[in-house]
């Protein structure tokens, strides 16, 4: 993040320079996109509070390590497409499910579809992108997750 | 305001209010969802000012014509090499990069290249795939970017391909990007 900003601070130092009457459109293009998108952000994190609530991390673990693998992999792409996870859980929790045994191919599908497959953020990509985008979008990035998962599972073991 | 986001910040302000009260008489299932809401504020909203200035500068200084170059329907594979490098070095996943990826569509890049850089950039971005690799192994971090990479850009091109004609996606044409 630090970084970012870092970068986000060069950007704008090069750009004031060049152009501060530029410069100074950025920052309210900018700052009009941030807005405009804004509420529907909270509402969102608001939403994926509820769900971490009701469905904490823990959970994930106590239901990952039940079933075989197969059925785990399916189970662990539901789970991984609904809930909206933040680095800072996600991969300690992957960590947590690799130490307890849980096979590569559910390690994969479940850190996949929590990157790529978002049911609770599909609001904001319809918003940017309209419905049948979104539809489709989420809808092959699922079957991709999936296909990697398989892929995943026949290289490194733990699917059978 | 639009009614709508009167309506969104009213739904946010009341469980703001819910969760503060909970907070003073000790109500625990209030106090952990404003925890929860802390958190997810602080992961999404920390990264998303510095993310949308910096749209802003790419939507000031950069012509429609240069992305149409590089990224537009011309573009071949090199469109899709840059759409996957900016999805290496992106931060803070779909939220970040919903944006990011309008902004390229606005300005003239072309379906398939916005959906390598969407998906790329939501499970290839450098910065995460040190954290993974460091939780699952290199080996399967590795891996997992040699298996999706050319799974994301197979399938952005199918999309284009078979539904990119009648995909709808709203057209935003912002008012700086003409210049005054």
Redesign the interface.
């Given at each position: 993040?630090t970084?970012?900003?870092i970068?986000?601070a060069v950007?704008?130092i090069a750009?004031l320079i060049a152009s501060p009457k530029?410069?100074w459109?950025?920052?309210?293009?900018?700052?009009k996109?941030?807005m405009k998108?804004l509420?529907?952000?909270?509402?969102i994190?608001?939403v994926?509070?509820?769900v971490?609530?009701v469905f904490p991390p823990e959970n994930i673990v106590t239901l990952l390590s039940k079933s075989g693998n197969w059925v785990n992999v399916l189970v662990a792409s539901i789970i991984g497409s609904i809930v909206v996870i933040?680095?800072?859980i996600a991969?300690?929790l992957?960590?947590i499910l690799?130490e307890i045994g849980v096979g590569?191919a559910v390690?994969?599908s479940f850190?996949?579809t929590l990157?790529?497959v978002?049911v609770l953020?599909f609001p904001?990509?319809k918003q940017?992108?309209?419905t049948?985008?979104a539809i489709?979008?989420n809808v092959?990035?699922y079957?991709?997750a999936i296909?990697?998962s398989i892929?995943?599972g026949l290289?490194?073991g733990g699917l059978i | 305001m639009k009614k709508?986001?009167i309506l969104?910040?009213s739904?946010?302000a009341l469980?703001l209010v819910f969760a503060l009260v909970s907070y003073f008489i000790e109500f625990d299932?209030g106090k952990?969802?404003l925890g929860?809401?802390w958190?997810?504020?602080k992961?999404?909203?920390?990264?998303?000012?510095?993310?949308?200035?910096?749209?802003?500068?790419f939507?000031?200084?950069v012509k429609r014509e240069t992305v149409i170059k590089h990224m537009g329907h011309k573009s071949g594979i090199k469109g899709y090499m840059l759409a996957i490098l900016l999805a290496f070095a992106s931060?803070g996943?779909?939220?970040a990069a919903?944006?990011i990826?309008?902004q390229l569509?606005d300005k003239g890049s072309k379906l398939s290249v916005v959906?390598v850089y969407?998906?790329a950039s939501?499970?290839c971005r450098i910065?995460?795939a040190l954290?993974?690799a460091?939780?699952?192994g290199i080996?399967?971090t590795v891996?997992?970017f040699a298996?999706?990479l050319p799974?994301?850009v197979l399938?952005s091109i199918?999309?284009e391909k078979v539904?990119g004609k009648?995909?709808?996606?709203?057209i935003v044409v912002?008012e700086?990007v003409k210049g005054?």
């Amino acid at each position: 993040m630090t970084a970012l900003y870092i970068t986000c601070a060069v950007l704008y130092i090069a750009s004031l320079i060049a152009s501060p009457k530029k410069t100074w459109m950025a920052i309210k293009s900018g700052t009009k996109m941030l807005m405009k998108i804004l509420p529907q952000f909270l509402v969102i994190i608001l939403v994926m509070t509820f769900v971490l609530y009701v469905f904490p991390p823990e959970n994930i673990v106590t239901l990952l390590s039940k079933s075989g693998n197969w059925v785990n992999v399916l189970v662990a792409s539901i789970i991984g497409s609904i809930v909206v996870i933040p680095g800072f859980i996600a991969f300690p929790l992957a960590g947590i499910l690799k130490e307890i045994g849980v096979g590569y191919a559910v390690l994969a599908s479940f850190t996949t579809t929590l990157m790529l497959v978002g049911v609770l953020t599909f609001p904001l990509e319809k918003q940017y992108f309209g419905t049948k985008f979104a539809i489709i979008r989420n809808v092959a990035s699922y079957i991709i997750a999936i296909i990697i998962s398989i892929i995943i599972g026949l290289i490194l073991g733990g699917l059978i | 305001m639009k009614k709508k986001d009167i309506l969104l910040y009213s739904i946010t302000a009341l469980f703001l209010v819910f969760a503060l009260v909970s907070y003073f008489i000790e109500f625990d299932p209030g106090k952990q969802l404003l925890g929860n809401f802390w958190e997810y504020v602080k992961f999404v909203l920390s990264v998303m000012p510095a993310v949308f200035l910096i749209i802003g500068l790419f939507n000031v200084w950069v012509k429609r014509e240069t992305v149409i170059k590089h990224m537009g329907h011309k573009s071949g594979i090199k469109g899709y090499m840059l759409a996957i490098l900016l999805a290496f070095a992106s931060i803070g996943g779909l939220f970040a990069a919903l944006p990011i990826s309008k902004q390229l569509h606005d300005k003239g890049s072309k379906l398939s290249v916005v959906l390598v850089y969407l998906g790329a950039s939501c499970i290839c971005r450098i910065p995460m795939a040190l954290w993974e690799a460091s939780m699952l192994g290199i080996e399967f971090t590795v891996i997992r970017f040699a298996v999706s990479l050319p799974l994301i850009v197979l399938s952005s091109i199918f999309i284009e391909k078979v539904f990119g004609k009648n995909l709808d996606i709203p057209i935003v044409v912002h008012e700086t990007v003409k210049g005054k």
